[in-house]
């Protein structure tokens, strides 16, 4: 069901001719207008109850009036946005009529569809705006703007809040292919020459932090995401579209360049797992961070042994639980050097907090959400650490 939404004031409206896309219509009320423009299934008055009876001329039985406060207290307007939310039903499809709306009713209006959109699954069609003060003196036609572009650009934000904040790059991927797709269908427009790219480079990065491909984030993904973020300044210079983007870019550039380094495997290759667990932590990522952190110990500690950490990572567990198991027998306890020590405690915590997250507490005891989301995130900064210390703080290799 297609539903136009229009504010009606108190005030004075003077007759003229709005004018949308080649099409004329003459009234002093533009929910009329638009009305003949849109043809919406159903048109809704918001208006108060001056404005009701001052217009009510303008109020034929074609349109729902509905009665709203004046909004003047924080109270009022959430009674608006309520008024708002329980006429839309699911899945409706909204014009947006803010011409006659007055003080904060615009913006709540946006608001409020937009809300919809993500609970109601609402479309919102077209926000429409009946520029009065832009009319042509000679002709007295009043230009019908589209405000679209503005609930873009929430999408925008949304979208960038939620890949900086959590490292979720699907809704911005599927926003900058929308650029891409757009410039190729519209004549004779400027066309994006490394969009696509950059959505796909951005869309496997997430999937490789979320399925913790830790060889593969570092030797292609993020190598990949950063030539194709470099790239597509170029586009977001001669789109404008594409401007939203460009302000991501040099902060995400800067977070995602430690990542690609040298081989996993080496002491440089540490140094990038490092700054990935840190990545997965700024997404609060926690499983994943945990279970590259368990897998950057065995490959330190490989390499402090003078072993290669790919061909012998089995062997190398069954020493790392060998020395973890020690703790609990204090003579071999007491043997153990301050590097030992650590390792062993090291070790113990982070196995133990990866078995209880793998295997969603369905074991005798396990720790509360509270605390393993607490002990989580401090064990692979203790990790983090010590997969990047000196190698002459090396724990001895004896224990195995």
């Known amino acids: 069901m297609r539903i136009q939404i229009s504010f009606l004031g108190a005030g004075d409206y003077q007759r003229c001719r709005y004018q ?3 099409q004329i219509y003459e009234t002093p009320y533009f929910h009329e207008a638009a009305q003949h423009f849109f043809g919406p299934d159903r048109v809704l008055i918001l208006c108060t109850p001056e404005a009701a009876q001052k217009h009510s001329a303008a109020l034929s039985d074609s349109f729902e009036a509905i009665s709203i406060p004046s909004g003047k207290t924080e109270e009022e307007l959430w009674e608006l946005f309520t008024v708002l939310t329980e006429h839309v039903p699911e899945g409706a499809t909204l014009i947006v009529d803010v011409t006659h709306s007055f003080r904060t009713q615009p913006m709540l209006a946006l608001a409020a569809a937009y809300f919809l959109r993500t609970v109601r699954s609402v ?9 009065f003060e832009a009319r042509d003196a000679a002709t007295g036609e009043v230009p019908v703007f589209d405000l679209m ?23 911005l991927a599927d926003l900058i292919k929308d650029v891409h797709k757009t ?33 593969q984030v570092h030797q292609e993904l993020a190598p990949q995401l950063l030539e194709a973020l470099d790239k597509v300044q170029q586009d977001v210079q001669t ?13 995400t550039q800067k977070r995602i360049r430690p990542l690609g380094a040298a081989h996993p495997f080496t002491r440089e290759g540490l140094k990038s797992q490092a700054a990935l667990i840190q990545l997965m932590l700024d997404f609060d990522l926690v499983q994943q961070a945990v279970t590259t952190a368990r897998e950057a110990v065995v490959t330190r500690y490989a390499l402090d042994r003078g072993e290669n950490p790919c061909e012998k990572r089995e062997a190398l567990e069954r020493c790392l639980g060998a020395l973890s198991r ?6 071999q306890c007491d043997q153990y050097s301050a590097e030992e020590r650590e390792l062993a405690e090291l070790w113990n915590t982070l196995s133990n907090i990866r078995n209880d997250i793998n295997h969603g507490g369905m074991r005798p005891h396990p720790i509360a959400e509270d605390k393993l989301y607490k002990n989580a995130r401090e064990v692979v900064q203790k990790t983090a650490a010590w997969i990047t210390r000196q190698a002459d703080e090396a724990a001895s290799p004896s224990s195995g």
């Open 326 to 331: 020690g703790l609990q027998d204090k003579n």
């Open 183 to 215: 410039t190729y269908l519209t004549p004779n427009a400027k066309r994006a020459k490394f969009a696509a790219k950059a959505a796909s480079s951005l869309k496997r990065f997430a999937q490789g932090l979320q399925l913790v491909r830790i060889q």
């Open 149 to 171: 572009p503005f609930v873009q650009l929430i999408n925008w934000s949304v979208a960038v809040h939620q890949f900086v904040h959590y490292g979720q790059s699907k809704d």
């Open 239 to 251: 789109l404008p579209s594409l401007r939203p983007l460009g302000v991501l870019l040099d902060q």
């Open 123 to 131: 479309q919102i069609e077209h926000i429409v705006y009946g520029a």
């Open 20 to 22: 949308y896309n080649g």
